[in-house]
């Protein structure tokens, strides 16, 4: 592009209601900034719909409104994590996805370099996953009205023949893998609020998942549940299973993977890991006899690489999951209520 | 994680549960009293109780910050946030504590006045220092663990010329509730309460120390036993409370002296009693109006005091009928004699403050028990 072309100040500008506004301001906007950094060549058509043909087979559509505070945190930001997160929920049905959108929510006077950072941010994660961005929406809300900018994303996948994966499949005697450790992302986020901020090393797990399902369906096809323990950590998506499937859980403490220095920061806030967001983490159900088989594919791939078998699935018709504790005892890992919250006393 | 995973070691677990049930003569029971919340909440995390013996009872105690607090200081709380329009800073388990006909401040937020949860008193300041022309009150709530961070903040804001900020005082004391509960027991709770010895505070303990506690065991005849929140601290402690009672001792023991000693942190004790001063009684959730046990501020930091800056009205305040928070906040009932616990109040919609906070032992009960069938004691040893 001619720098004399560059109308939108990248370096000191920030968001006005002429952004939304449909009209030459607008238009520069999505040109220099969304259509420069997402190019492909469905996008480049330049339509309001983006057009492509559909392969044969079962499509999975799955959307995600992303509104997190601070927009930038350790290992990621906002627009990598819209990416990631729906690309996620896609794969969580086992699919292969193929195309996501995204539609911005931009706040009066959010600065341009910030929004700009966030799309190249997006675009890497795309180029990343190998999953473009083909159509989008901009709008712009008066200033107080907004948090700096929300994105809602969607995205479109296909299910490989003989893949079957549904919530309600969970059974008893079925084994509980985890990809990896959890609670990283939501320490992360903590250690970066206004409020809260402290020195860490722990970066947030925000990563696109497909890969590791599609090899996890090709060598398994026969996985039942798979899930991404996001909001609520590892603690509601398993309730979420058990109340689907009314069926019980038996976890091993000692067998979750938590990194020491999530395990530090929570043990000072007075939080629960089990509680805490992950987003670059799946939970996997398979038949017993699978699990070993399974748990060496997954320890394959980068972002299986600590998986572990963390429990099993048992008969309980008040489809609690329970857990056998380092300690000794025995405790049942309840819903969260509200908000996990630092103790007082 | 180091100097955490060595008091949560299993085997050590399975040591001491054996010496407790050792200990524990088989003819008797033993009524242990947890003073506070945070062991509650150990107990019920680490599955403690499956190692004690069936002779052995835990007693829940009223060292919940959040649960004692009288109904009638949160409406006052909500009235200031929403009549007089203050920038409210609360802790966060107390936006959803429900106050007269299920008000609560995260409700009050919802319809619009300016409630804020912070996670310290710097935060309040940090919010009075960026909003000069806004009134901003910190609502003030905790056992002496919490005192001495207000009472900095009132000389931080003092010194910065802060004038906007002020405190919402309810600090309580700790060793005034547990004479409280031994002396001047509820009289529906005759035969029902039942306390053979006391966990002491841990936390409360390292900045009043152990000697608080002293005139109150020798009174009352009660052995205590300074605990730490950690689940071994607790089953180390009850062993030491079951051999006192069995030599009949009534002392002030110190488990937990990794932090706490006798004396406390005289540093912070000062401090406080630089800015805060007695009140001749507070009200209590459970417990009623208790002599000597809440904190104001001094008249010397007037200025900083919210119940002198602003007028709240008279008003009557209610707890939901039938919710037996105040019951337990006593030790005279369990959660589950509640008729309410786990039908219409839960954590999602408490109807009671003791069901709200992670230290409340309603909340315990559910999160971590709800529906278990206490495994037996050689079992999960085993």
């Given at each position: 592009m001619n720098k004399m072309d560059e109308t939108v100040s990248f370096r000191t500008g920030s968001v006005d209601m002429t952004h939304g506004g449909g009209g030459r301001a607008m238009a520069e906007l999505i040109r220099d900034l969304f259509h420069r950094h997402l190019a492909n060549p469905i996008l480049d058509q330049g339509h309001d719909a983006a057009l492509f043909d559909v392969p044969a087979g079962r499509l999975v559509l799955s959307t995600d409104g992303h509104v997190i505070s601070p927009l930038f945190f350790p290992g990621g930001d906002i627009g990598s994590l819209a990416v990631h997160g729906t690309v996620n929920d896609v794969a969580m049905a086992g699919a292969r996805p193929l195309y996501l959108t995204a539609g911005f929510i931009l706040e009066e006077g959010f600065p341009l370099a910030d929004l700009e950072r966030i799309v190249m941010s997006m675009a890497c994660a795309a180029n990343e996953a190998g999953v473009p961005i083909v159509t989008g929406d901009t709008k712009v809300v008066e200033k107080g009205k907004g948090d700096g900018v929300f994105i809602t994303t969607t995205g479109l996948g296909v299910v490989p023949d003989g893949v079957h994966i549904a919530t309600e499949k969970a059974r008893p005697g079925q084994a509980i893998l985890l990809s990896g450790s959890v609670g990283d992302h939501g320490v992360a986020i903590l250690s970066s609020r206004e409020n809260l901020e402290f020195e860490t090393e722990i970066h947030s797990d925000s990563a696109a998942l497909h890969t590791l399902v599609a090899d996890m369906v090709r060598d398994v096809?026969?996985?039942?549940v798979l899930r991404d323990p996001t909001r609520g950590g590892l603690a509601a998506t398993l309730n979420e299973i058990a109340r689907a499937a009314r069926v019980g859980m038996l976890l091993d403490e000692a067998a979750i993977p938590v990194k020491p220095d999530v395990a530090a920061a929570c043990e000072l806030l007075g939080l629960d890991p089990l509680y805490v967001a992950n987003e670059g983490k799946l939970i996997c159900l398979c038949e017993a006899a699978d699990a070993e088989h399974l748990l060496a594919v997954m320890r394959r791939h980068p972002h299986g690489a600590d998986a572990a078998l963390i429990g099993e699935v048992v008969e309980d018709g008040n489809a609690l999951v329970r857990m056998r504790t380092g300690f000794g005892g025995q405790r049942v890992v309840d819903w969260l209520a509200g908000e996990q919250l630092p103790r007082i006393c | 994680m180091k100097y955490v995973d060595e008091f949560r070691d299993r085997d050590l677990a399975a040591t001491l549960a054996k010496a407790i049930r050792k200990e524990a003569d088989p003819a008797r029971h033993y009524y242990l009293m947890e003073f506070c919340g945070g062991h509650t909440h150990a107990i019920f995390r680490y599955g403690v109780q499956d190692l004690m013996p069936d002779n052995v009872t835990f007693v829940h105690g009223p060292g919940c910050p959040v649960c004692v607090l009288p109904v009638r200081r949160l409406d006052d709380a909500v009235e200031l946030a929403e009549r007089h329009g203050v920038i409210l800073c609360t802790y966060g388990d107390m936006m959803r504590v429900p106050g007269t006909k299920q008000r609560s401040l995260i409700r009050a937020k919802a319809d619009g006045a300016d409630v804020r949860m912070v996670y310290s008193t710097a935060d309040a300041l940090k919010i009075a220092r960026n909003n000069p022309d806004r009134e901003v009150v910190f609502f003030a709530i905790g056992f002496e663990t919490t005192t001495p961070p207000t009472a900095v903040a009132i000389l931080q804001a003092e010194a910065e010329g802060l004038t906007n900020f002020s405190v919402f005082c309810n600090h309580v004391l700790t060793p005034a509730a547990i004479g409280h509960v031994l002396g001047s027991p509820d009289p529906r709770d005759l035969e029902k309460v039942r306390i053979d010895g006391f966990l002491g505070p841990s936390h409360v303990s390292a900045v009043i120390g152990s000697r608080p506690y002293e005139a109150g065991a020798e009174l009352y005849r009660k052995p205590v036993v300074i605990a730490g929140f950690e689940p071994l601290d607790v089953m180390q402690s009850v062993l030491m409370l079951i051999r006192q009672i069995n030599e009949g001792r009534n002392e002030v023991e110190n488990q937990y002296t990794r932090v706490v000693t006798r004396e406390g942190n005289k540093k912070a004790q000062d401090l406080v009693a630089s800015v805060l001063e007695l009140r001749r009684e507070f009200e209590w959730r459970g417990l009623g109006t208790v002599p000597d046990s809440g904190l104001k501020i001094r008249d010397r930091y007037a200025a900083f005091d919210a119940e002198k800056r602003f007028e709240v009205s008279e008003k009557v305040s209610r707890e939901v009928k039938s919710c037996e928070c105040p019951a337990i906040l006593r030790g005279a009932k369990k959660p589950t004699d509640c008729k309410l616990f786990g039908t219409v109040c839960t954590p999602e919609s408490p109807m009671g403050s003791c069901m709200v906070s992670s230290e409340g032992a309603c909340a315990a009960y559910w999160s971590y028990g709800r529906f278990r069938t206490p495994a037996k004691a050689e079992e999960a040893v085993a």
């Open positions: 096809p026969g996985i039942s | -």
